[in-house]
């Protein structure tokens, strides 16, 4: 298994531009989350799913976009690019909602650069 | 979510055991404790989680002091790849999809 895989690795956009990023996991998970990593921060959560056409709000979705038509992917759009989203971008999957024994298993993230 | 506290850092030496400290002294009845580590430049990875009992796992162990209002992550004989930033993290029994980060414990091995 590949596990939780994001593109890109890298990304510098300019202010206003727009862009996707992808993410796709091979376990069969049903629940995908997409979080973001400021410098010296703790990761915040932006948008989940809790499976294929259902999609909730995190702490802080402001900004972004998501949708859920499979299982396997859960593609994060910006569209309108600000230099307050320059960040690490992390995608996860769990395959439980409980929180006694979901783990999340996390991707290598996208650095987004914003200019 | 309940809040955690920890230490912004740790320092200690390759092979030698490491005690992480987290103090979560508003705990509910239903709050599991989490611990997550990130290495550098990668995403973060599960190490263990508990409820009341001591756990022990391949990579970790967590003592859960009797009252649940702290907890301490042993790392048993650190390596140079336990060099990362670790994070305690409380989740509900029954919900709560998302992990809280805090700013976790930059932990550094030195050789």
């Known amino acids: 298994n590949a596990g939780v895989t994001q593109t890109p690795k890298f990304r510098i956009l300019k202010i206003g531009q727009s862009m996707t990023l992808q993410c796709t996991q091979d376990m069969n998970h049903n629940y995908m989350y997409w979080y973001r990593q400021d410098p010296g921060m703790g990761l915040k959560l932006i948008y989940y799913?809790?499976?294929?056409?259902?999609?909730d709000k995190g702490e802080v979705p402001n900004g972004y976009n998501v949708s859920r038509s499979t299982t396997e992917d859960f593609p994060l759009r910006l569209e309108l690019a600000a230099p307050s989203q320059t960040s690490v971008y992390f995608c996860?999957?769990?395959?439980?909602?409980?929180?006694?024994?979901?783990?999340?298993?996390f991707g290598p993230g996208t650095r987004l650069t914003v200019l | 979510d309940a809040k955690t506290t920890q230490p912004n850092s740790m320092e200690s030496n390759e092979e030698e055991p490491v005690h992480l400290p987290c103090n979560h002294s508003?705990?509910?009845?239903?709050?599991?404790i989490h611990w997550y580590r990130q290495l550098p430049s990668q995403g973060p990875e599960y190490v263990i989680h508990?409820?009341?009992s001591n756990v022990n796992n391949r990579m970790a162990s967590l003592a859960i002091a009797e009252d649940r209002k702290s907890s301490t992550l042993i790392l048993h004989r650190a390596t140079l790849r336990d060099a990362a930033v670790y994070y305690c993290i409380l989740r509900d029994r029954w919900g709560a999809q998302k992990l809280v980060f805090g700013q976790g414990t930059r932990l550094t091995i030195n050789p």
């Open positions: 799913s809790v499976g294929a056409g259902i999609t």
């Open positions: 508990g409820l009341t």
């Open positions: 508003t705990i509910s009845g239903t709050d599991y």
């Open positions: 996860a999957s769990s395959g439980l909602s409980s929180g006694s024994t979901d783990t999340q298993y």
